[in-house]
């Protein structure tokens, strides 16, 4: 009896500290919304909570917020579908031949992949990185983000993917060749189907990755059209006088497509994690 | 390039599958033979080379030489499309012997490096805590919220908390003013008075009285004793390194000399580390003057003669030389935190609108405070992973031989995840000595009032991209990638997973 009293206490303490912590984590979440129903005047009276149903400025606030975000949104969203589609084709032909082969050079691939995750690139990095952008004349240039988002994308990728693909057992891919399955074809019918899962969690995390990248375009985007959404809200960030009502709603507008993306890959990316193939 | 390849012939087989032909009809030809082998086996390589070719390229091009660039730019003064000049190793002199500032970056980011890794532990905790929940289906409900939070761009969320802790009408002041933690804060604060008699300013009551009395305590037993409050540290390190956790004793000496070293610096100096250049650190410590050296001299023969015993028959119960250690550097952080920080009034707090992020001596505890509880949520995801690879069986063993729920934190949970932690350890070192986009978004480029803010990397980017000193710039990141490189080798070393 005791020990089941005990027991479900230590259950209510844990779900008290998770409760707690995702309290934290949503409560931005929350603010941002409540913000975005409200007029000025609503906002100076009260804050951070929302007000009765009827009152709220929805329609206004969000066509506004829109207008003010739409460009930088469809820029984040072409760059980063980019930079991940590259990113996965090219790292998952590159673990493919080195997961499948051995041949002169693939240490010499391998770590030097791998290692750049212990180069870490310095602010100063940035400077060179900027040099040679501008030598490459890419300045002002959307492609500039999908070659660099698809080429930083490869390490962890590689990593992961390649200890993935040792583990599918060569059995397969030796009857796909002996059926006359090029290189192409296997990865096509071998490799996509197995390691779907991975795949996609690792696309999601690099999605994040290319959309939250404030940095690159910061030094790279002269005109304003080009803005990514980052850009753009640090932009919005700098002007004197802030109507919070539409900036909410225009930083709630930067987070549909994460939430769309989720909606729909959720169950594929909790699973992902939870396999525990994503490590470091 | 796709067609390039799909119309490559199919993979070469294997060189192992090689089918030999019958040695009868290989009389003939053989090199003929060998030369197709060798001219089908450079075609299969040739045409993996080419499927990788485009990771390669992008890595070479995109990833490796902006870095090895920054090597050699480093020695040119470069501002870009005026002048480059090659001039040698005049940006790292100029590094070691003008540049307070960037100094100066070093002692913030060593503190934040040290908040770090205090707020890495919650995530830990909240994942054990998900872990042990007994039903999986809570937990998968808290896994999918867990991963909600993902879908607001990192830069909503800074932004949204930088509001949060805005003077006027952010939600930190609000809170504190209406538990009264304010009031609370402001007697800590105490308030800044005149003393009639000097004409000199004292601090009446609360933190900065303590601080008065902590640094009086500080000169006047430290001072002469250890040479200060940094020598009883390095006393207390010396002390804990004899200590039985550190197992080879080449390793346990090479500590000690270099306790020994940032010893002598400390008692002979007897100024904060970090203070100055790591330059004159090292000349500091060789013009120790010698009326300095006698006593630290005696501690670490002493130290030394204990150090050689103990290879022999233990004289000193180790546990203990290792509780003596801890209780000295604990002694001397407890000086630290209470003598050297809140030195004076830091005012705001009276009229119940302290600017977190506009006064200087509120910048860096806004910075440690930001974000909590400090918990990631995809490294407890990721932690998770960790923990569920645990079976039952095991705390149920544990439970049989009495581990409480405490004890199983530190002899089941932890050592499982420790592999993941040491990887989310170099990680974040990494990411706090090179990070800097919070700090610009939040004080601008040049760290907020007094350049309160800047950490080294903010440094470079305003070196670079707002002084126009690439060159100078490139120099600064040699010198910063040189140091994560020590720490980095340093963690590898001594930072293993014991199983």
Redesign the interface.
């Known amino acids: 009896m005791s020990l089941a009293k005990q027991r479900s206490r230590a259950e209510w303490f844990k779900h008290g500290v998770l409760v707690f912590v995702l309290g934290f984590a949503f409560y931005p979440l929350l603010v941002m919304v409540a913000i975005s129903f409200k007029s000025t005047d609503q906002f100076n009276r009260n804050p951070y909570f929302f007000d009765a149903p009827g009152e709220w400025n929805v329609a206004a606030n969000w066509s506004r917020g829109w207008e003010t975000v739409r460009d930088s949104v469809a820029n984040s969203i072409v760059t980063s579908v980019g930079a991940v589609a590259a990113a996965m084709v090219m790292a998952v032909l590159t673990s493919y031949v080195l997961a499948r082969y051995r041949f002169p050079g693939r240490g010499l691939v391998y770590y030097g992949i791998i290692g750049s995750m212990f180069l870490p690139g310095t602010a100063a990095t940035l400077v060179t990185t900027f040099n040679l952008i501008r030598n490459l004349g890419l300045i002002n240039n959307l492609w500039t983000l999908v070659i660099f988002g698809a080429v930083s994308g490869q390490v962890a990728a590689v990593f992961i993917l390649k200890q993935y693909i040792e583990d599918i057992p060569r059995e397969l891919f030796e009857s796909a060749q002996i059926d006359g399955a090029g290189h192409l074809q296997q990865v096509w019918n071998i490799v996509l189907p197995l390691s779907g899962s991975i795949l996609g969690t690792l696309a999601i995390l690099q999605f994040l990755g290319a959309w939250n990248n404030l940095m690159l375009p910061l030094v790279v985007f002269r005109d304003e059209e080009l803005f990514t959404v980052p850009l753009r809200l640090m932009q919005l960030e700098g002007d004197i006088v802030k109507e919070w009502g539409p900036l909410m709603a225009g930083y709630a507008v930067t987070s549909i497509p994460l939430v769309l993306l989720f909606l729909f890959t959720m169950r594929l990316f909790v699973k992902g994690i939870a396999s525990g193939a994503v490590k470091g | 390039m796709?067609s390039i390849?799909?119309t490559?012939p199919?993979?070469a087989?294997d060189p192992g599958n090689t089918p030999r032909p019958p040695a009868t009809t290989a009389a003939p030809a053989p090199s003929r033979r060998r030369r197709s082998a060798v001219f089908s086996k450079l075609r299969?390589?040739s045409?993996?080379?080419l499927?990788?070719g485009?990771?390669?390229v992008?890595?070479v091009?995109?990833?490796?030489?902006?870095?090895i660039?920054?090597v050699l730019?480093?020695f040119y003064r470069w501002e870009?499309q005026y002048i480059e000049d090659y001039i040698g190793w005049e940006h790292y002199k100029n590094i070691f012997t003008q540049d307070p500032l960037f100094w100066q970056s070093f002692r913030l980011v060593v503190i934040l490096l040290l908040a770090n890794l205090v707020k890495m532990w919650?995530s830990v905790?909240?994942a054990i805590?998900?872990h042990?929940?007994?039903s999986d289906r809570?937990r998968?409900v808290?896994?999918?919220?867990?991963?909600?939070?993902?879908?607001?761009?990192?830069?909503?969320?800074l932004?949204?908390?930088?509001?949060f802790f805005e003077a006027e009408?952010g939600?930190v002041n609000?809170f504190l003013n209406a538990t009264g933690l304010m009031s609370l804060l402001h007697w800590l604060d105490g308030s800044p008075a005149v003393d009639v008699a000097t004409g000199q300013r004292v601090s009446s009551g609360g933190m900065p009285w303590l601080a008065e009395r902590v640094s009086a305590f500080d000169q006047a037993v430290l001072q002469p004793v250890v040479g200060g409050v940094w020598g009883l540290i390095a006393l207390g390190g010396m002390v804990a390194v004899l200590s039985p956790g550190w197992r080879s004793i080449g390793r346990r000496w090479l500590a000690w000399v270099f306790l020994l070293g940032y010893a002598l610096w400390a008692w002979g100096g007897a100024a904060p580390p970090l203070r100055d250049s790591p330059g004159a650190v090292v000349v500091g410590s060789l013009l120790v003057p010698a009326g300095w050296l006698w006593l630290p001299m005696m501690f670490a023969v002493a130290l030394g003669v204990v150090a050689w015993l103990r290879r022999g028959p233990a004289l000193v119960r180790e546990d203990r030389v290792r509780w003596v250690g801890g209780v000295l550097i604990a002694a001397g952080a407890a000086v630290v935190l209470l003598g050297k920080v809140w030195t004076e009034p830091v005012g705001g707090f009276g009229e119940g609108q302290p600017s977190w992020l506009g006064n200087s001596r509120l910048i860096v505890p806004t910075l440690i405070l930001w974000g909590?509880?400090w918990?990631g949520?995809?490294g407890v995801?990721?932690y998770?992973?960790?923990l569920?690879?645990i079976s039952k069986d095991v705390y149920e063993a544990a439970e049989l031989d009495g581990v409480g729920?405490v004890g199983m934190v530190f002899r089941i949970e932890l050592p499982l995840i420790l592999t993941?932690f040491r990887?989310n350890l170099i990680?974040m070192t990494?990411g706090t000595l090179?990070g800097?986009?919070m700090n610009l978004?939040l004080f601008g480029p040049e760290g907020g009032t007094n350049n309160a803010a800047m950490v080294?990397?903010?440094?470079?980017?305003w070196q670079?991209?707002y002084e126009s000193k690439?060159g100078y710039?490139?120099a600064?990141?040699?010198v910063?990638?040189t140091m994560?490189l020590v720490l980095?080798i340093i963690y590898q070393r001594y930072v293993r997973v014991e199983k």
Request: hydrophobic share 55%.
């Open positions: 796709s390849l799909t490559a199919p993979a087989p299969h390589w045409v993996l080379y499927l990788m485009a990771t390669v992008g890595m091009v995109f990833s490796y030489y902006p870095k660039d920054v730019r480093s870009p919650p905790f909240a805590a998900l042990r929940l007994r809570a998968y808290y896994q999918v919220l867990f991963v909600v939070p993902m879908v607001i761009p990192v830069m909503v969320w932004l949204i908390w930088k509001s009408g939600i609000g909590f509880p918990v949520t995809v995801l990721l998770l992973a960790g569920q690879q729920p993941m990887i990680f990494i090179t800097y986009e978004i080294p990397g903010l440094y470079i980017f670079s991209f690439f710039a490139c600064l990141g040699m910063m990638f994560i980095t």
